[in-house]
């Protein structure tokens, strides 16, 4: 049976299981949300730890120097400051935690959760669980996810997967992509720019991206990111094979190393990257991802804030 047809049978059981007849459309499975207004949020102490919440998630590297080792905020990937649907919107993800996540192989909590981001997506270090930076986050999370469902997958939730592509993903292809879309923002060799030292279009690769751990360097997560969110303000409308292709071109640079490295390329690779959707320790265009990279840390590791042990 195709996906397809499958997702319509699971929905048309849900649909059935709660009593409601067939005229109820298959997609009403994934309830809609829609988040507070940002000018909503209280003026009392609760309403300054989401602000903080806020403020982190849009200017990280200002509002949590200690654990960020590159120039990435969390709203270069969650857009619209964590509201958009099919990028990872944090309402969504809230009400999804704890959770088993197969990466650590434990059920994780929110706080654990967010701990991730930082060592992966920022390359940069895990802030203990109880501190206000993490206290903040979960506040502007919580506060986001006002009066949503828990436990329930709503729409908009992670990111938007793709089919599998007609043509496997190819190098020449996403880098013609690349060249028509998007290096007019994320720079001809893909280190983004910046503007008076502050970044205005983040790096797509190098040191100053996110690292191998990240979940942005799976092709499969970066082509439905890129899909629906790219270029800048024009969603939707690369073809999914241009999103793979793209992706795939991205995905085939170096970038700082992954934090579980244990010093064999050929190790990590197996124990981490192990999926034909994961370049890492795969020798692309004569030269094998993951053996030039910087070490994990970034700017943190520099400045000795970080042992990366
Ligand atoms: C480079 C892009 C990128 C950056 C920067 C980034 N994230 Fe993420 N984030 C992702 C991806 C990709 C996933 C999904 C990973 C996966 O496939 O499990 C994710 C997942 C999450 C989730 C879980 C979502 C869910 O529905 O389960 C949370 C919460 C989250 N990120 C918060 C943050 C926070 C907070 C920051 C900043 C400290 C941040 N992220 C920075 C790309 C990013
Ligand atoms: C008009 C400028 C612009 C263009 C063109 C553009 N981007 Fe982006 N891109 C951005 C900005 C700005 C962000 C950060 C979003 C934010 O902060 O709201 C971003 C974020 C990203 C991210 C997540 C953060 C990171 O650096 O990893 C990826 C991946 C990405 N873009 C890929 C692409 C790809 C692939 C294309 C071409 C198909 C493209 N972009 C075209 C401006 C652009």
Request: proline share 0%.
């Given at each position: 049976m195709t996906s397809t047809l499958m997702r319509f049978v699971r929905s048309a059981i849900a649909v059935s299981a709660l009593g409601l007849t067939s005229s109820v459309p298959a997609q009403t499975a994934a309830p809609a949300f829609t988040p507070p207004d940002a000018d909503s949020i209280p003026d009392d102490d609760f309403g300054k730890a989401v602000r903080k919440g806020q403020d982190i998630f849009l200017k990280t590297g200002d509002h949590a120097a200690d654990f960020v080792g590159n120039t990435m905020n969390c709203v270069s990937c969650h857009m619209d400051a964590g509201r958009r649907k099919d990028a990872s919107p944090l309402w969504a993800a809230y009400v999804l935690y704890p959770a088993y996540r197969s990466k650590n192989g434990h059920v994780n909590t929110l706080a654990e959760r967010l701990q991730g981001c930082f060592r992966y997506s920022m390359n940069g270090a895990m802030p203990p669980a109880d501190s206000e930076t993490i206290v903040a986050l979960e506040s502007y999370m919580y506060w986001l996810a006002k009066g949503a469902p828990t436990g329930v997958k709503l729409e908009g939730q992670g990111f938007a997967r793709l089919p599998k592509p007609a043509q496997k993903a190819d190098y020449t292809r996403g880098q013609e992509v690349f060249r028509q879309n998007c290096a007019l923002c994320h720079g001809a060799n893909g280190a983004g720019q910046s503007v008076n030292g502050k970044m205005v279009f983040p790096a797509l690769w190098g040191d100053d991206s996110f690292n191998w751990g990240a979940g942005m360097q799976s092709i499969p997560t970066a082509a439905a990111f890129i899909k629906a969110n790219m270029p800048l303000g024009k969603?939707?409308?690369?073809?999914d094979q241009q999103a793979w292709d793209v992706a795939y071109f991205m995905n085939a640079h170096e970038r700082p190393q992954d934090p579980r490295f244990n010093g064999s390329v050929e190790e990590t690779q197996k124990k981490f990257h192990d999926v034909a959707t994961d370049l890492y320790g795969q020798t692309v265009n004569g030269k094998l991802l993951g053996a030039r990279s910087t070490p994990a840390g970034g700017k943190l590791r520099a400045e000795s804030k970080v042992s990366m042990k």
């Open positions: 969603g939707n409308t690369l073809s």
